[in-house]
Structures are given as C-alpha cells and as structure tokens.
C-alpha cells in the first residue's frame, strides 16, 4: 500500500481548526509547502489557502482541507504533521521519513 502524501495528528489538526477559525477570514484550508533555505537546504511553510490552484493536491485531513502546493509533493511524502505545546511554546512537528538531514537549530532539512 503506497503512503498517503500527509497525514494529521488530531492535535495538528484540532490547532488548524482553531487556526482556521479564528485567524482564518477566508481561508479554504491550510497551504503546505517546500522552500529552498536554511543551511540543509529546505524548509516547512504552512499558511492559510486563500485559493486552490488547479495543480494543487488538497487532502481532507480529519476535516481540515489541507492544500499541498504541487512542487512540494515529492518533499512531503508520507510525511506525518503534529502539534506539541509545552511551556516554552507550541509549534507544528513535521515527521518526514524522506528527511535524510536537518540542521543543528531544526529550521531545515535535506532530502
């Protein structure tokens, strides 16, 4: 059985609810994408889906729409998304078996 592009932990998801609904305006989900930084090359984006391309793969993710930009497909496979707090602060955990790297402060990654 072939991996599922993204998955969601109920935490991840119940925060992009919140997120959505709070924040969100008119946001037609949460937007995942890949950008070239940082010293190993790649990092995580997430912001809010103002529109859905054509090209885009959108996934429901226990309700919330998540929006994969195109490109990022290939970066995101089988990659598992949760949700931590703690008393320092709270932030979305990327788990992504495809991840061969990532940098000494966590910000990017290298496939």
């Not at 969100?24 to 912001?47: F, N, Q, R, W």
């Not at 929006?67 to 788990?95: C, H, N, S, W």
Request: aromatic residues 6%; proline residues 5%; negative net charge.
């Amino acid at each position: 059985m072939a991996p599922s592009l993204v998955t969601m932990t109920d935490a991840a998801v119940a925060r992009a609810r919140h997120l959505l609904a709070t924040r969100g305006g008119d946001a037609e989900g949460i937007k995942l994408s890949v950008k070239p930084t940082g010293c190993s090359g790649h990092s995580y984006t997430m912001d809010f889906a103002r529109e859905i391309g054509p090209a885009d793969e959108v996934i429901d993710a226990g309700g919330v729409k998540l929006v994969v930009d195109p490109m990022a497909v290939m970066y995101l496979l089988g990659t598992r998304i949760d949700y931590k707090e703690d008393r320092l602060g709270a932030q979305f955990i990327f788990e992504n078996p495809n991840e061969k790297s990532r940098c000494g402060c966590g910000e990017s990654f290298s496939i």
